[in-house]
């Protein structure tokens, strides 16, 4: 997955020119804003409360474009967190160093969010009010899963429906949306304004996983402004489930996973029923298994492989409503060629997944061939009896 695509780095180019327009504008003004005391999520005093990032006293937080860092300096001062509040705008940055600068259990930085994700030290909390749509998801999900330790806490906002009732895409595209400045003025923002089915997707492909969306909704009737507070953990186990509750037909028992590891991660793709899961399929008639391996790879990923770069790794069975089901995970260590969606397969939208940042809902037999041969890998499956090959 690449950092940027097409609109990404225009879009992400103007909300940085409208945000140090807006602190300068503030700035000038001489704008001074009342302290916080309590969290306000997109409209003021609705929401939830400083609760929903559970227990703060002593831990690690990031507020995340945090502005003039009301928020930070809040939870510092009531609850005894110890804050880095980051912003990428110099005059936003200029505005919370002069007011809390001095502030103990408070590091104000200014660096681009996704810059300072990847440097930083895991996090036990990150919270961020209304900047995440402001940043390309595909840039920024990456980097929040990495900076958020195992069990870590993930809050933000987003715009679900503006002003004026234009409501949430399903398409991952960022959209015009007017920010207002106070006494007068608007400048445009570039925003990503999406459905929460696609938020919920884009977050579990990076292995958080949504505990809760809260709808905070404009008190006006003239105003149609909607908002969606996700909160989200990083699961210190990945989850797996069945393709559907149906029991597999019996000529499709037997089949083979393939295990592609390599410096970009491990190789998964989507199942049109919503489960990500190793290349792979059935043992057709007079296949040897590692033909089965090299077939299937080359039919669902168009990835070539010979039989003698694949190691078999074992038999797993388990029994699922009368039918014994046998997989054997299987390690391919050399293939040549990119993965690409095939048509007329079932499993497409392949990506490399670090092996400490997997998806949730992973395939239950590709999770139980990831534990055989990696069983320190933290993933919950049920369980499969395995016997491993000397191979």
Known sequence: MTDHHPDSEEAESVNADAWQAYGTHHLRRGTVLPEATRLDWGIRDTGPGAEILGELSGR??????????????????????????????????????ARYGSLPGLRLVRADAVEHLRASEPYDVIYSVNAVPYIDPRRLLPALAGALRPGGTLC???????????????????????????GGGETTVRMWVLAPELWTDLLAEHGLRVEGVEVLDAPGEDNHASYRVFRAI???????????????????????????????GLLLGRHRRGTWELPGGTVEPGESLRETVVRELREETG????????????????HVDGVVRVTVAARVTAWRGEAADQPGERVGDWRWFALDRLPENLFVCSAQGLTAWRPDLPIDHTPAHFTAYGD
């Open 156 to 182: 933000f906002t987003v715009l679900h429906t503006n002003s004026h009732g234009d409501g949430p895409s399903s398409v991952l595209a960022s959209r015009p949306e007017i920010l207002s400045l106070t």
């Open 303 to 318: 990835i070539d492989a010979r039989p003698a770069d694949v190691r078999l790794v074992g038999t797993l069975l388990d």
């Open 60 to 97: 690690r937080v990031l507020d995340l474009g945090c502005g003039p860092a009301r928020h930070a300096a809040h939870l510092v001062r009531a609850h005894g967190a110890r804050v880095d509040a980051v912003d990428s705008s110099p005059s936003q940055y200029e505005r919370a160093r």
């Open 234 to 264: 990083r699961p210190v186990r990945v989850s797996s489930r069945p393709r559907s509750s149906r029991p597999p037909v019996a000529h499709a028992a037997i089949g083979v996973g393939a295990i592609l590891h390599g410096p970009r």
